[in-house]
C-alpha cells in the first residue's frame, strides 16, 4: 500500500508511489550517500530544495513523520530543511549564518544564484561543503571547477532519479559515484565520465529507468579505494 506519492519534477503529471518499505529503502540510500559524502554523527546539515525532492523528504523523521529513519537518523546527523524556490534564496544566508552547517544541499540551478548577484552566500558562510543535487542536469566540468574554487567547502555531486527512486554520492576524494548494491541495480553505457546510466530499485516494484549523468570515472560499488560506510 502507498504511504506516500510525489509528483516528478521531470516528467509532467508523472508520480512515484512509495510504499513504508520502499520509503524505507529509498531513505536508506539517502543515508548511505550521505555516508559517502562524508557526513557523520553531530554533523549538522542544511538542505536547500523543494518538499517535492527526495533530498527533503527523506532527510528526517522529524520533519517526515512517514518515516521510521531518515538520512539524519542513519548518520546521526541534524538536519535544517528550507524551501528551495529561487525566490527564497537571500533567506538560506541567515540559515547558514545561524546554524553553520559543515554540508549544504543544493539543487544545481541554484548554484549560480548561490554564486553572484544579489543573492549570493557570503564567502564567510562558504565553510560548508555544498552538494550539489541533481536529476540529470549534472554540472559541465568547466562549470563545477569554477564553483569548486569559490566555495571555501568543496563540491560534490549527489546523483538523482527520481523516476527510478535513485540516489547515489560521488565519493568526495576519487570521484567515484557509490552505487549500493544491495539496492540498486545499475548499468552504464557510454563514453567514460559521461553515460546513461539504466538503474533498476530492488526495494520498489519500478521497471528499469535510463538516465544521463556525469560519471567520473565509472559506477562503482559503495566501497572505493578510499573506504567504504556504514549506517549507524
Ligand atoms: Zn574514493
Not at 542544511?46 to 523523521?61: E, F, M, N, R
Not at 541533481?134 to 567547502?153: F, I
Request: aromatic letters at 6%; one cysteine or more.
Amino acid at each position: 500500500m502507498s504511504v506516500l506519492t510525489v509528483q516528478l519534477e521531470r516528467r509532467e503529471m508523472g508520480f512515484v508511489e512509495l510504499s513504508r518499505e520502499a520509503l524505507a529503502g529509498y531513505a536508506e540510500a539517502l543515508g548511505l550517500a550521505w555516508g559517502a559524502l562524508g557526513v557523520g554523527p553531530g554533523d549538522r546539515v542544511v538542505i536547500y530544495d523543494h518538499g517535492s525532492s527526495p533530498v527533503a523528504y527523506l532527510a528526517s523523521q522529524a520533519f517526515a513523520p512517514y518515516l521510521e529513519r531518515g538520512a539524519a537518523e542513519h548518520t546521526g546527523a541534524t538536519a535544517v530543511c528550507v524551501d528551495g524556490l529561487a525566490d527564497n534564496v537571500g533567506r538560506l544566508v541567515h540559515v547558514l549564518r545561524h546554524f553553520k552547517p559543515h554540508f549544504l544541499f543544493a539543487r544545481a540551478e541554484l548554484i549560480p544564484l548561490l554564486l553572484s548577484g544579489p543573492t549570493a552566500v557570503p564567502v564567510g558562510q562558504r565553510a560548508a561543503r555544498l552538494v550539489v543535487s541533481a536529476d540529470g542536469d549534472t554540472p559541465a566540468r568547466g562549470e563545477r571547477a569554477l564553483w569548486e574554487g569559490r566555495w571555501r567547502g568543496g563540491l560534490s555531486l549527489l546523483a538523482r532519479c527520481d523516476a527510478a527512486a535513485f540516489l547515489a554520492a560521488e565519493c568526495p576524494r576519487c570521484r567515484a559515484l557509490r552505487v549500493p548494491e544491495d539496492l540498486y541495480e545499475t548499468q552504464i553505457s557510454g563514453p567514460e565520465g559521461r553515460g546513461l546510466l539504466t538503474v533498476r530499485p530492488r526495494f520498489v516494484d519500478i521497471g528499469p529507468t535510463t538516465t544521463e549523468l556525469t560519471v567520473s570515472p565509472a559506477v562503482r560499488g559503495t566501497r572505493c579505494a578510499h573506504g567504504g560506510f556504514e549506517l549507524v
